[in-house]
């Protein structure tokens, strides 16, 4: 699928991955719909985009404002036919912690909420409505999904088993999505990052940082948000890539700690 002229929504558009995703998408003609809660960062990324972006506050739990985000696509540009969804939230909490206090129950639902019931929820609503559009190509594809998961799906540190486990069901979900939207000519994919230098190592100190970034196995550094959006313009653009999760990690395998 040529991304040209395409539209594409991008959850957690308004930062990391997936504000370089929606400038990747842009810059290569397509139309982006940023779906995110920062209503100081999104709206300034669309106004600095341009005419071919807008942004709409969303809580990807939430049906009805995924629903109002799917209705501005259609309404602004036409049609959809690229979900990504990066919005996601972390945390660490063992499963027994100190003084034996188990794991908070609370924690553990918002992680799998937002992480994977969000992800399900953006994909489903998008689905339905790529289903409704005419092909785009000769091989009658009509959308595109690409979910995000992480290396912790496959090698969960230690604290991590409610991050680990929405990640893993992401993982776990990609070719059942995909097997039953390939009627709809739907392709469905997941990047699995590994160590990806967003915002939130910008604070850490730098031993840390060369720390990890010696625990990748080459190149020796962090990957950039722009190597996972230029791997979500390949998989966009292969017409035979589905139900595939890629792991972009630098050969990186987590230890436990």
Not at 99 to 112: C, Q, R, S
């Amino acid at each position: 699928m040529d991304i040209k002229n395409k539209v594409a929504l991008v959850t957690g558009g308004a930062s990391g991955l997936g504000e370089a995703t929606a400038k990747t998408y842009v810059a290569k003609g397509a139309k982006v719909v940023i779906m995110d809660m920062n209503d100081e960062r999104g709206p300034a990324l669309a106004e600095d985009l341009g005419e071919n972006a807008i942004y709409v506050n969303t809580n990807v739990t939430q049906e009805d404002d995924v629903a109002t985000a799917i209705d501005a696509a259609m309404s602004h540009f036409g049609a959809i036919h690229i979900c990504n969804n990066f919005a996601g939230i972390g945390g660490a909490h063992k499963t027994v912690g100190r003084e034996n206090v188990p794991h908070p129950l609370d924690h553990w639902k918002k992680v799998i909420d937002v992480n994977l019931v969000g992800t399900f929820n953006v994909l489903r609503l998008a689905a339905a409505q790529m289903a409704t559009q005419e092909p785009v190509t000769e091989c009658g594809s009509r959308g595109v999904i690409i979910n995000t998961a992480s290396v912790a799906g496959y090698e969960g540190q230690i604290g991590q088993s409610a991050y680990a486990a929405s990640k893993g069901g992401i993982i776990g979900m990609t070719i059942c999505l995909a097997r039953d939207l390939s009627q709809h000519g739907i392709r469905v994919n997941t990047i699995a990052p590994g160590l990806i230098h967003t915002p939130i190592f910008n604070k850490m100190p730098e031993d840390k940082l060369n720390a990890l970034e010696a625990t990748v196995l080459f190149p020796k550094r962090l990957g950039r948000a722009e190597e996972i959006a230029h791997l979500a313009c390949y998989i966009v653009e292969s017409d035979y890539t589905n139900g595939e999760t890629i792991r972009m990690d630098g050969g990186i395998r987590m230890t436990p700690r």
